[in-house]
């Protein structure tokens, strides 16, 4: 399966450069993931790059994610010493968590520097993901509610803009961007279902097919419920949701290709109930 053809090596190497040097200037690093893939949607290097900085993982679109599962990520990740937190970035009441959490670290931080003796200047932190997990809409949540933009700095890289969040929080306000696990098949799969990524690695009908056979085995009941299919896993379900979602060619026939289409929308889009495709 080939996919996300923008990550030829060549992008994947700039992108890890530019994500090194703006790891030099931050303290904290948060890392957004999506709720209903912690697995996928990480990137394979984030791990060991920025070695020594405070990390904050976020399970972002927790609206659409199975709330059990999360839970269960979340201990994990804890587990693992890391500081996890669920939120809908879209929602600004979510980002009061995260904003009291990354406060914290800071003032643990200034604590640190001025025993050093080293002079206190704010904590620094940026945003890290693959793409479409949701990194822009939290810059933007997080920008919104203290929004000065303090300018280049003298000694920074030029063009990096800082949003200061608090007196003693900035944001870097480019996140950084990184390509997904996409050598693993499995992992380009979910992420399309979840349109986590939008090349089309596979006809609709397939991907479909896909999709559910992976909800099949986690949410037997979802497209029963939602759409009164029958449960005898019928090899000519799209037919049937054709004919349930009065989705018809102009003869009359069931249309399988807009069943498809309708199916993959509903799934990524939360209608089928609140899915997590992936356990700790
Ligand atoms: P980026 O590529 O990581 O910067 O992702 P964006 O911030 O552009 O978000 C990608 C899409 O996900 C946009 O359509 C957002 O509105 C949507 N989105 C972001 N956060 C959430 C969330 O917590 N829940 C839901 N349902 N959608 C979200």
């Known amino acids: 399966m080939s996919i996300n053809l ?31 893939l912690p697995y996928s949607s990480a990137n394979p290097d984030l791990a060991g790059m920025g070695q020594g900085k405070k990390r904050i993982l976020i399970l972002n679109k927790s609206d659409l994610a199975d709330p059990e599962e999360t839970e269960k990520w979340m201990a994990a990740f804890r587990q693992q010493d890391m500081i996890p937190l669920s939120m809908d970035a879209r929602v600004r009441g979510d980002c009061t968590g995260i904003l009291r959490l990354l406060n914290e670290l800071a003032a643990e ?73 996409f050598e693993e098949e499995a992992v380009g799969l979910k992420l399309a279902l979840m349109g986590a990524i939008r090349e089309e690695i596979l006809p609709a009908e397939e991907l479909a097919l896909a999709g559910r056979k992976l909800l099949e085995e986690r949410y037997p009941k979802a497209l029963t419920e939602r759409y009164g299919l029958s449960e005898d896993n019928s090899p000519a379900w799209l037919t049937e949701l054709a004919q349930k979602q009065s989705l018809l060619q102009k ?30």
């Open 251 to 280: 003869g009359g026939e069931p249309d399988t290709a807009r069943a498809a289409a309708r199916f993959l929308d509903d799934l990524k889009k939360g209608k089928l109930g609140r899915i997590t495709l992936e356990s700790p």
């Open 109 to 181: 931080k200034k604590a640190k520097d001025l025993k050093r003796g080293i002079k206190n200047r704010p904590a620094r932190l940026m945003v890290a993901g693959i793409p479409n997990v949701g990194k822009s809409t939290l810059i933007n949540s997080l920008a919104g509610r203290a929004s000065t933009k303090t300018g280049d700095k003298p000694g920074v890289t030029r063009g990096l803009q800082w949003i200061r969040l608090s007196a003693s929080l900035e944001l870097l306000d480019t996140p950084g961007i990184l390509w997904p696990r």
């Open 6 to 36: 923008q990550w030829y090596p060549g992008h994947m190497t700039k992108a890890r450069r530019a994500m090194e040097e703006s790891l030099r200037l931050v303290d904290m690093i948060v890392e957004i993931r999506d709720a209903r």
